[in-house]
């Protein structure tokens, strides 16, 4: 079955670099996504990698990907305290009938201190 | 272009009782999907509807169910609500199924004491 992990916690300076990593497990994972949730609110999309690429840059965020190992990161440059908030990591697979669920991380929750 | 808009925000029911919530979902789409996410975790999916049909659903029992209005606004029920339903329920908007991503709303956080 699916199955995506994250690290929990990670506390970083205002201006410094955040790299927030994920595994997952699903070969079959057509996108990846990156989702930012703030307290008491939904979940919004930062940025997405399709599975057949190794790298998307937008803005401050990057993303890498390394298929081989299933392992995926989220490096956000100049960090700022309004990016505190949990980051999701998420694969879309098809599930069961056609739908392409989302299959989500336990979170990182990114700490920016002054 | 109007997002994805949830209701109630905030609801407290008792155990045993029944609950239903709502989704509009974004201009344009077609499909809705809902999740249940527990304090502290990730969102976990519970089903999809496409075109007014359950197009694909997770690991939850039947007592959760839904429908989908020919608008492709959404509802959620939950019978014989238990303790353990309490959660932050999210619903996502997209394009056929979900290829074309998703957009999530702000949730109901539903209390069941």
């Known amino acids: 079955g699916e199955d995506v992990e994250q690290s929990l916690f990670l506390s970083v300076r205002e201006g410094d670099s955040s790299v927030i990593n994920c595994t997952y497990t699903d070969s079959s994972s057509t996108y990846l996504y990156w989702y930012k949730q703030e307290p008491g609110a939904g979940l919004q999309l930062l940025t997405y990698?399709?599975?057949?690429?190794d790298m998307k840059q937008d803005q401050r965020l990057t993303v890498l990907l390394n298929k081989k190992d299933k392992h995926l990161s989220l490096r956000i440059a100049d960090t700022q305290t309004g990016d505190s908030a949990i980051y999701f990591c998420?694969?879309?697979?098809?599930?069961?009938?056609?739908?392409?669920?989302?299959?989500f991380g336990s979170g990182t929750q990114l700490t920016v201190l002054p | 272009e109007t997002g994805v808009t949830q209701s109630p925000t905030h609801l407290i029911k008792t155990r045993g009782q029944q609950v239903t919530l709502r989704c509009s979902s974004q201009s344009g789409h077609n499909t809705v999907s809902w999740y249940q996410q527990a304090l502290g975790q990730g969102p976990q999916f519970i089903f999809q509807?496409?075109?007014?049909?359950?197009?694909g659903r997770g690991n939850f029992p039947p007592r959760f169910s839904g429908l989908q209005f020919p608008n492709y606004s959404s509802e959620l029920n939950v019978n014989a609500l238990e303790l353990d339903d309490s959660a932050l329920y999210l619903c996502?908007?997209?394009?056929?199924?979900?290829?074309?991503?998703?957009?999530f709303g702000s949730g109901t956080r539903l209390t069941v004491v």
């Open positions: 509807y496409y075109r007014e049909e359950e197009n």
């Open positions: 996502a908007s997209s394009l056929d199924r979900g290829a074309s991503g998703y957009t």
């Open positions: 990698i399709f599975s057949n690429m």
């Open positions: 998420a694969e879309s697979a098809i599930s069961s009938g056609s739908a392409r669920q989302l299959t």
